[in-house]
Every structure is written in C-alpha cells, then in structure tokens.
C-alpha cells in the first residue's frame, strides 16, 4: 500500500511569484484535501476534492486553487504569493462515500517559505 | 462554529510515567468525531485515536485511552508508560460527521519524554 506523498518537500519563493505543489493520495483513496499549517499553529482547511471537482472550501481566498486528476493525485496552486503565505501545506487522502469514520492520512508535507 | 482548545501548549513526562493531554471543543451538532494525531519532527501528521461521539465508551488503543466528556465538551488524552518516541507535537481535532473532510484542529500541545 502506497502511502501519501508530496513533493516538493521544501520551496522558496519570491512575493508575488505563483507556486504549484502536488499530492499523490494513498493507493484506493478517492478524496483530498488541503491544510496550511503556520508556525506554532493548527492546520487550517483549504479545501477538499472529490471526483475532480472542488466540494468544500475554507476561508482562503481565490488565489488559492487546485486539482483533482483521474487517478486522484492533487495540486495546490497559489498565485501572488504574499509573505504570510509561508507555511507548511498539508496533503491528505481518504476514502469517501464511509462517512468521517474514513481516517485521513496525512503526507509528510510541503515547507513554503516566501521572501 | 466550531472550536478547538488545547490549554497545554506544553507538557513533560518521565519516561515509562503517564501524562495526560487536555483538549475541549465547542459544537452545536450531534455527530460528530474527534481525533488525536501525533506531529513528531518528521512533520507528518499521524493518527493516534479517534472516538464517535454516539459511541458512551472512551477509544483505547494500546497505551492511548481518551477521556471523553460529551456534556464537558471534553476530550482529553492518557498516555500511559511513556515511551521517548512518543516526544512529539499532540493535536486534538474535531469533524462533524458527513463526507466532508474539514477538520478543526487545535493549536496543539508540545510532549517531551524525559528519560
């Protein structure tokens, strides 16, 4: 069983640059979802995928983005990145369609670091 | 909306002892779940214990049991003979029940195992 993996594990990036970060979900799981997770913080939700389309969204603002393709990988785009944007993103998979007892598994993450 | 409070930003324990992690949330809903997931340095997110809050009995899994409260609002974590691997970053997380796969974290409480 392949677990979740993202890449690239650690970014830096100019203010204002756009960045792409990916996600391959854990081998069977139909359903990711995002976290920005700052220093010293709790993660907070982006938004979540499901079948290629976006089904729920937290309070980030449009320049936050992404994809869901066929085989269920994921990217998190962000355009105009501004400094506060320097955090770790988060990846994670389930299954759904078992209701919120399908665990989520989590990637080891992407560091962003914006100057 | 929601809430999530970790009151320990951090906690220490001798090694083989027990500790306690404290967690309270805040919802109007009926449903719903709640986590405990382990942050070691690694920075993947791993998932300890999780409880249904239609289930009356506390979740145990080995050397982690819950203290759940549902009038309290309460969810505390019991690690038992402390071991030095289980040094890490302890959230506690809620998510209301449904396909949704928002998860409200706290801010979390830092674990030292002192051997």
């Known amino acids: 069983e392949t677990g979740v993996t993202q890449s690239p594990t650690h970014l830096i990036k100019t203010r204002g640059q756009q960045v792409t970060l990916r996600c391959s979900s854990q081998s069977g799981h139909n359903t990711v979802s995002w976290y920005q997770q700052a220093l010293g913080q709790g993660p907070q939700f982006i938004f979540q995928y499901y079948r290629e389309e976006e089904n729920g969204r937290g309070n980030f603002p449009p320049r936050f983005s992404g994809l869901q393709f066929p085989n269920y990988s994921s990217e998190l785009n962000v355009n105009a990145l501004e400094l506060d944007d320097s955090a770790l993103y988060l990846c994670?998979?389930?299954?759904?369609?078992?209701?919120?007892?399908?665990?989520?598994?989590f990637g080891n993450g992407t560091r962003l670091t914006v100057t | 909306a929601q809430t999530v409070t970790q009151s320990q930003p951090e906690m220490s324990v001798q090694e083989a002892e027990t500790v306690t992690l404290s967690c309270t949330y805040d919802t109007s809903e009926s449903d719903y779940y709640l986590f405990w997931y382990k942050q070691p340095p690694s920075r993947q997110m791993i998932l300890v214990i999780r409880q249904e809050a239609y289930k009356q009995q506390n979740a145990t899994e080995n050397r982690f049991s819950v203290n759940f409260q549902k009038a309290a609002k309460s969810f505390s974590l019991k690690i038992s003979d402390s071991q030095l691997g289980d040094a890490a970053m302890y959230f506690c997380a809620y998510i209301r029940a449904g396909n949704n796969r928002k998860l409200i974290w706290g801010l979390g409480t830092s674990l030292a195992v002192n051997p």
């Open positions: 994670a998979s389930s299954l759904a369609g078992t209701g919120s007892n399908s665990p989520l598994h």
